[in-house]
């Protein structure tokens, strides 16, 4: 295919630019702990890209959203949208320059390298051409709960399938099955090996992670982002409206549908990095794996942007889980509501963050408690959440690049499962990927696709590897998957010169709980499967 002219490679990513990613920044009190434990399979979603941009275009997207959002996490002031922009525009300027790079060539067309959560919302005005297959678990929109049972996927514009075999210790390279996911689908989850747990389904190529919430009578399920980086929870109202006219083909709630739902008054207005929202709170009936919160108070959206109301928008909404602290609805979350209505031990959300190319469809995310299933018990560590605001950042010993350290000391990482890379100060990330085996300039890091290099994180003097293979996250050239990759680190200055934000590149590597009654974090090694 012949490569797009700059100037409409331009106009067409102006045109599905969206400045930021999700996080809110309204604060609220937090809640003591009760009795019980919850556990949800995560599921993995894919949605189909046809917008002809380049990766690089999209990793961009994906590292200004970053930005932005962590300046609404610390109240700094945010990029503007000039400064963003101008990113983007850089960046094209590389692309037009290098040969090879253009966004008309067939890896451009199917590849990309997300950062951030949400980034399905980039080609919000691209109709998608998936089509979802029926299969054994697949958890229909508004329709009845399955049994979650995993190795099926919706197709985007190929086939993703499963038994595929889990990682050996070496790396070949880009695995074809992660390649393939990049055009969008989602991998379902295997049922939970612990109570009060949910399956958490895959999006794309571990670009994000939902569960599936039965609500309202009779109760009719929703796909929802599971979100450590926000605190609030809402779904799409029965009147919801966008720019494109209504919102789009997902499952929406109100009177209509459900005959326990309660409507308020009460207005709410959420704004992420990649979108808004506004509403107003209700109560209705939620269940969680089998626990059930009634009137449940939490936001329904009379209106969406564009980035959450398209029909390629997977998900129905979100549901935040940090601290109430941060809700703009000024509601608790449902975990300290489980808590607070004793269904559940204490306000904890433990989280097992799945990994596509090992085919193991094992995400979960358990509510109370720990899944002793998922780690290995003396490897726990439990340490302080450093953050005032509500999100969850804990204070990092040491990162060490095989067995030596860097001699980056006093950094922080803000543990956000709605982020897909690593977000690190320019100056640190240039240092880590050099030691590598990497390069970066201004606008990005890349990585051999074959690195076998090993980087660790260190909290409370436990060490936690990074599989090479999550370091390495697409091929700069899709039909190269043993050349060039874009890097699971990427530079960017979110917050102070010591802080990162650390998505889901590290945490498909560790076992990760939160505590809200406590304010702590919990990390440990993933058991063998």
């Not at 989602?186 to 090996?193: E, F, N, R, Y």
């Not at 997977?314 to 609805?329: C, H, I, K, N, V």
């Amino acid at each position: 295919m012949a490569p797009l002219s700059f100037a409409l490679l331009l106009v067409t990513c102006l045109l599905i630019f969206t400045p930021g990613d999700a996080i809110p920044t309204h604060r609220r009190r937090q809640l003591q702990s009760n009795s019980g434990m919850v556990t949800m399979t995560f599921k993995r979603l894919h949605v189909p890209r046809s917008v002809d941009l380049h990766p690089q275009v999209f990793l961009q997207q994906y590292i200004n959203r970053g930005s932005k959002r962590l300046a609404r996490m610390t109240g700094r002031e945010e990029p503007s949208d000039h400064v963003l922009r101008s990113e983007l525009h850089k960046r094209l300027y590389l692309l037009e320059s290098e040969s090879g790079l253009h966004s008309g060539t067939a890896a451009a067309v199917q590849g990309s390298s997300p950062s951030k959560r949400y980034w399905t919302g980039l080609a919000a005005s691209v109709v998608s051409n998936s089509t979802k297959e029926p299969c054994n678990g697949t958890v229909a929109r508004g329709g009845t709960v399955g049994n979650g049972m995993g190795n099926c996927t919706t197709t985007g514009n190929g086939t993703v399938t499963g038994g595929g075999t889990t990682g050996n210790g070496t790396n070949s390279g880009v695995s074809p099955i992660d390649i393939q996911a990049s055009n969008g689908g989602v991998t379902l989850a295997k049922p939970p090996t612990a109570n009060d747990s949910l399956g958490l389904n895959i999006e794309a190529d571990d670009v994000a992670y939902l569960a599936t919430i039965p609500i309202g009578t009779p109760p009719r399920n929703f796909s929802l982002l599971m979100d450590s980086g926000s605190a609030d929870f809402w779904v799409a109202g029965e009147n919801c409206r966008s720019q494109l006219g209504g919102c789009g083909n997902h499952t929406t709630l109100g009177s209509q549908s459900s005959n326990t739902f309660v409507q308020s008054n009460q207005q709410f207005q959420v704004t992420y990095g990649s979108g808004a929202v506004k509403g107003l709170l209700c109560q209705d009936n939620i269940n969680i794996a089998g626990l059930a919160l009634t009137n449940h108070t939490f936001g329904v959206a009379t209106a969406e942007s564009v980035q959450f109301a398209s029909t390629t928008t997977p998900f129905d909404g979100l549901m935040g889980l940090a601290q109430s602290t941060l809700s703009q609805e000024k509601v608790l979350t449902p975990v300290e509501s489980l808590a607070q209505n004793k269904l559940i031990q204490a306000p904890i959300t433990s989280f097992k963050i799945p990994r596509l190319a090992d085919q193991l469809n094992d995400g979960e995310i358990t509510f109370g408690g720990m899944d002793p299933t998922k780690f290995v018990s003396n490897t726990l560590v439990t340490f302080p959440n450093v953050n005032t605001q509500g999100f969850w950042e804990g204070a990092m010993d040491a990162i060490t690049i095989n067995g030596t350290s860097t001699g980056l000391t006093g950094r922080t990482a803000i543990l956000d499962t709605g982020t897909t890379l690593i977000l690190a100060p320019p100056a640190d990330a240039q240092q880590v990927m050099q030691s590598l085996g990497g390069a970066c300039d201004q606008q990005q890091c890349t990585i051999p696709c074959t690195t076998q290099a090993s980087l660790a994180l260190s909290f409370k003097n436990a060490s936690f590897p990074i599989d090479p293979r999550d370091l390495a996250v697409l091929p700069v050239d899709l039909n190269n998957p043993t050349g060039a990759c874009t890097a699971g680190i990427q530079p960017q200055q979110i917050g102070a010169a010591t802080e990162w934000l650390v998505g889901d590149v590290f945490l498909k590597n560790a076992y990760f709980s939160t505590n809200v009654a406590t304010n702590q974090i919990s990390l440990a090694k993933l058991a063998t499967p």
